[in-house]
Each structure stands twice: as C-alpha cells, then as structure tokens.
C-alpha cells in the first residue's frame, strides 16, 4: 500500500536469483559426482575369486558365499566385503562359539588379494550386514 508522498518499491525476479543460482549449483554437484565417480577397480567377481583363494592355496568351492558388498573402509578407500560360510581360519581364542561365517576384506586395487579374514556367529552372516550400503 502506497502512502501519498512515498515511494513505493517493488522486488523483481531478482530476489530468488541466489536461490536458484544455488540450486543449480546443487544439481550440477550431484550430476558431477553420478557421472565422474570412480567405478570400482576390480569387479564383483574378481573379488570372489580372491576369497575364494585359500590362505593355503587351494580353491574352495562356489557356494560357500553368501554376500558380497563393496563398500567404503576409509575416506576414499573402498574394499570388497565378502562372507563365506563356515571357519576358515581357526580362532585365536579356543572355548568361543563356532564360527558359523568368515569376513574377507579384499581392498578394491589390484591385484585382489584377502587382506583380513574375521571369523565370526552365530548366524549366517555379521548382524549390521544390512545396514552396509553397497556402493555398486
């Protein structure tokens, strides 16, 4: 409402210019990462094929995995997560539970090799399982 001798000021498109301009930048950001984010270095099944590998350089059979995930260990360190059924490496601590799974951490570089085995259970596979996002 105008008051007779003031001045009267209208705001244009301008206003909502910084709010746009951030929001492409925003849009532009996540297209960026979707599009120039590192593919994994070695495949899903490169990294089964490591776990696959014995400690004792012998091959174990296929349906010993049960889930494989790759996922972040660090900042910008990715590795492959696979879970085998069974003990493959006996605990450091007799008198435990039995293993009912081993974790294989595989770092994802080449070439692919077991860096961590953890035995673990009861169950099938580590309870937060689920909650790891696999990033492929």
Do not use: C
Request: net charge neutral; hydrophobic share 45%.
């Amino acid at each position: 409402m105008a008051v007779s001798g003031s001045i009267e000021v209208k705001f244009s498109g301008r206003s909502r210019l910084p709010a746009t301009i951030g929001g492409l930048v925003a849009v532009l950001a996540v297209l960026t990462l979707l599009i120039a984010w590192p593919r994994s270095t070695i495949s899903r099944q490169d990294a089964v094929r490591a776990a696959l590998h014995a400690p004792w350089n012998q091959q174990l059979p296929t349906d010993l995995v049960i889930a494989v995930k790759l996922i972040h260990r660090f900042h910008w360190d990715r590795v492959w997560v696979v879970v085998l059924k069974g003990e493959l490496i006996p605990a450091s601590m007799p008198g435990g539970p039995p293993a009912t799974y081993t974790v294989e951490v595989i770092r994802d570089s080449r070439p692919a090799v077991v860096e961590i085995y953890v035995s673990g259970g009861p169950g099938e596979r580590p309870a937060n399982w689920d909650q790891l996002m696999d990033l492929e």
